[in-house]
T-cell receptor
């Protein structure tokens, strides 16, 4: 059963805590992405990775960190430096950057993070 | 000017009618175009992708691309209440590692 999994589905964090969101894919996709979505808004890119052990900042990377030690996994850490972390976090993956079917991004089910 | 623009809606369409969703983009080098559907509280799911000028049909959905005018549209025929969702337009340039998303159009199908 191929796809993208994210865990947990819901996450509650106290102010000042770091939390890590999991994203795993078994699609053998090269690229992985993290987005943030706030109510009534579009998707904003946090970080992305094209290959193992390499990643780049997106548009809103401050207060977040990532790692890409395995092709299948791209965890996101929301640090205490992120001042307004309450949001819906989406992980996506893409087979390759070649124009055509392989450049489609597919999304995981998401993690809803709430800061208490 | 936003890179990818969509009317935020809400767009209300009677059941059985055609829903028309529009998207304009600013980068003339864009080559890949995507429509995603997102139900409330859920993640986006791919509806259609289109790469060449013209129409592409898949069941009740038709994507239309006009690169000269820099717009892409999605038509939903015989609209059903289950089509009520937010529709996201996304655009990619050749070799670009990132998709650019519009803010989405909220569609409501009225029974």
């Amino acid at each position: 059963d191929g796809g993208i999994t994210q865990s947990p589905k819901y996450l509650f964090r106290k102010e000042g805590q770091n939390v890590t969101l999991s994203c795993e894919q078994n699609l053998n996709h090269d690229a992985m992405y993290w987005y943030r979505q706030d109510p009534g808004q579009g998707l904003r890119l946090i970080y992305y990775s094209q290959i193992v052990n390499d990643f780049q900042k997106g548009d809103i990377a401050e207060g977040y960190s990532v790692s890409r030690e395995k092709k299948e996994s791209f965890p996101l850490t929301v640090t205490s430096a992120q001042k307004n972390p309450t949001a819906f976090y989406l992980c996506a993956s893409r087979a390759s950057r070649d124009v055509g079917v392989t450049d489609t991004q597919y999304f995981g089910p998401g993690t809803r993070l709430t800061v208490l | 000017q936003k890179e990818v623009e969509q009317n935020s809606g809400p767009l209300s369409v009677p059941e059985g009618a055609i829903a028309s969703l529009n998207c304009t983009y600013s980068d003339r080098g864009s080559q890949s175009f995507f429509w995603y559907r997102q139900y409330s509280g859920k993640s986006p799911e791919l509806i259609m992708s289109i790469y060449s000028n013209g129409d592409k049909e898949d069941g009740r959905f038709t994507a239309q691309l006009n690169k000269a005018s820099q717009y892409v549209s999605l038509l939903i025929r015989d609209s059903q209440p289950s089509d009520s969702a937010t529709y996201l337009c996304a655009v990619n340039n050749f070799g670009n590692e990132k998709l650019t998303f519009g803010t989405g159009t909220r569609l409501t199908i009225i029974p």
